[in-house]
């Protein structure tokens, strides 16, 4: 069996969930880069060393972090943030406090901590997908363009498969995304981005990112705050221009079945620093509005 490279050990708040932590960094059970099994989350990606793959293992109340490949110390030195542990909380009881829906959901998941990857990349090309499709359509996109530029993520777990090298993704053609479900307005969106990818890794936090993000042509709010919310562990991130979630925050907050976009972020002004938290934490607890029709897929139909 494969050894890790490098290992370090974490001390994780009581109550810490890493499944609750860390799912919002696979877009599903079968993710190709990125799985929760056994307990355990293993997560590929590169880094600025090479490829590497990090495990993340609950041991006796402790949180083992284990790399593998030749990014594998890169991937541990960051395994806190991944895992969730830097996650700031400072200010939020109090403000959780003032609605009692929110008091609840702040108590019920208060092992759920927000991860930060440091990465923007690799979240970005999930979230290019996901504008204005159903999750099905964005995640057979996603897994498909991973398999298409199908590189072995190193360490015991396979398959796992690394994200696509942004300068691969630059050069190449739209059309091959075509048989992906890709049309060639997200295709060139994507490819856009992927090259400028360096310097979209060298923002200094999310603000600045965001602004380089939305200077891209593709690249909206909605996009931009999916990416941060992840890269940088943003708390205050908020998906303006998605399908569902105004009307989950208004349900949740006001027991307003609808509401828009100025809806929703005068419902979160209150929670400002930790606006993008509260919906989080909404989406936790599986809160829903009342569905009129047809249902929708969950985070389908999204702006960009």
Request: charged share 20%; with cysteine; net charge positive.
């Amino acid at each position: 069996m494969t050894s890790p490279a490098a290992r370090r050990t974490l001390r994780p708040p009581a109550g810490y969930r890493l499944a609750a932590s860390v799912r919002a960094l696979t877009f599903s059970p079968y993710d190709p880069c990125a799985r929760i099994a056994a307990g355990s989350f293993w997560w590929a990606t590169r880094t600025p060393d090479g490829p590497a793959t990090l495990a993340l293992r609950p041991e006796a109340g402790e949180l083992v972090a284990e790399g593998y490949g030749p990014g594998a110390a890169w991937v541990v030195d960051r395994a806190d943030g991944v895992a969730g542990l830097r996650d700031d909380l400072t200010g939020f009881p109090a403000l959780a406090a003032t609605h009692p829906l929110v008091a609840r959901l702040a108590h019920q998941h208060h092992g759920l901590r927000m991860p930060a990857t440091g990465q923007v990349f690799p979240r970005l090309l999930r979230a290019v997908f996901e504008q204005k499709v159903t999750g099905k359509e964005a995640y057979r996109a996603y897994a498909a363009t991973v398999r298409h530029f199908r590189e072995p993520a190193p360490g015991p777990l396979q398959p796992l498969l690394l994200p696509p090298e942004p300068a691969a993704v630059a050069a190449t053609p739209y059309w091959v995304f075509h048989p992906f479900g890709v049309e060639q307005r997200r295709a060139d969106t994507l490819r856009r981005a992927a090259a400028v990818a360096d310097r979209l890794e060298r923002c200094a936090d999310a603000a600045e990112a965001t602004r380089r993000l939305t200077a891209i042509a593709g690249i909206g709010p909605w996009t931009a705050a999916e990416v941060v919310r992840i890269a940088y562990g943003d708390p205050d991130a908020v998906s303006v221009g998605d399908y569902h979630v105004p009307n989950t925050v208004a349900w949740a907050l006001a027991g307003e079945p609808r509401g828009d976009d100025a809806r929703m972020l005068a419902l979160l002004a209150p929670f400002t620093g930790h606006r993008g938290r509260v919906c989080v934490l909404l989406e936790a607890a599986g809160v829903q509005a009342p569905k009129y029709g047809p249902r929708a897929p969950i985070r389908s139909f999204a702006r960009y």
